[in-house]
T-cell receptor, first 113, second 108 residues
Framework: DGGITQSPKYLFRKEGQNVTLSCEQN?????MYWYRQDPGQGLRLIYY???????QKGDIAEGYSVSREKKESFPLTVTSAQKNPTAFYLC????????????FGPGTRLTVL | RKEVEQDPGPFNVPEGATVAFNCTYS??????FFWYRQDCRKEPKLLMS???SGNEDGRFTAQLNRASQYISLLIRDSKLSDSATYLC?????????FGTGTRLKVLA
């Protein structure tokens, strides 16, 4: 079964802690993306990567970091510098040409206590 | 002005009705367009791509109007199971821009 997996589904973190969200895909897609979704604000792009060992900041990259050491994997770290980290985080992948749409993982709901 | 704009709704329609959503985009260089469906607390799922020639999939029809820079989604014979939020998306070379979504509630 081809698809995108994210873990964990729910994550609770104390203020001041860094936390890493996992994203793995076996669709052989070159491009991977991280979005954040807050109520009423739609999807906002955090980071994206078109190729291994390369990634670009999206619209709201501050307080986040990523790595792309393998084609299949694109983990996101939410650092303590992120002011309002409580949100629904979605990972997606697509072909490079951006002509066939994106496929999303089930998401991770992060709550900062 | 947002790059992709949608009426947030909600659209409350009776079962069997036909409902249409529009979505406008501001970047004339956008190359590809899509509709996604998102259920409450779930991930968006690709519903269909949108072409200038129109694209039909069962009860769903999507259309692109490049001159006026909008895309549309028409749902015929609405079912209760169509209740969801519908997101439109426009893509450039590598990035996808999403609207905030239109909520649809189909009533029995």
């Amino acid at each position: 079964d081809g698809g995108i997996t994210q873990s964990p589904k729910y994550l609770f973190r104390k203020e001041g802690q860094n936390v890493t969200l996992s994203c793995e895909q076996n669709l052989n897609h070159d491009a991977m993306y991280w979005y954040r979704q807050d109520p009423g604000q739609g999807l906002r792009l955090i980071y994206y990567s078109q190729i291994v060992n390369d990634f670009q900041k999206g619209d709201i990259a501050e307080g986040y970091s990523v790595s792309r050491e393998k084609k299949e994997s694109f983990p996101l770290t939410v650092t303590s510098a992120q002011k309002n980290p409580t949100a629904f985080y979605l990972c997606a992948s697509s072909g490079l040409a951006a002509t066939h749409g994106q496929f999303f993982g089930p998401g991770t709901r992060l709550t900062v206590l | 002005r947002k790059e992709v704009e949608q009426d947030p709704g909600p659209f409350n329609v009776p079962e069997g009705a036909t409902v249409a959503f529009n979505c406008t985009y501001s970047n004339s260089a956008s190359q590809s367009f899509f509709w996604y469906r998102q259920d409450c607390r779930k991930e968006p799922k690709l519903l269909m791509s949108v072409y200038s020639s129109g694209n039909e999939d069962g009860r769903f029809t999507a259309q692109l109007n490049r001159a006026s820079q909008y895309i549309s989604l028409l749902i015929r014979d609405s079912k209760l199971s169509d209740s969801a939020t519908y997101l439109c998306s426009a893509s450039g070379t590598y990035k996808y821009i999403f609207g905030t979504g239109t909520r649809l509630k189909v009533l029995a």
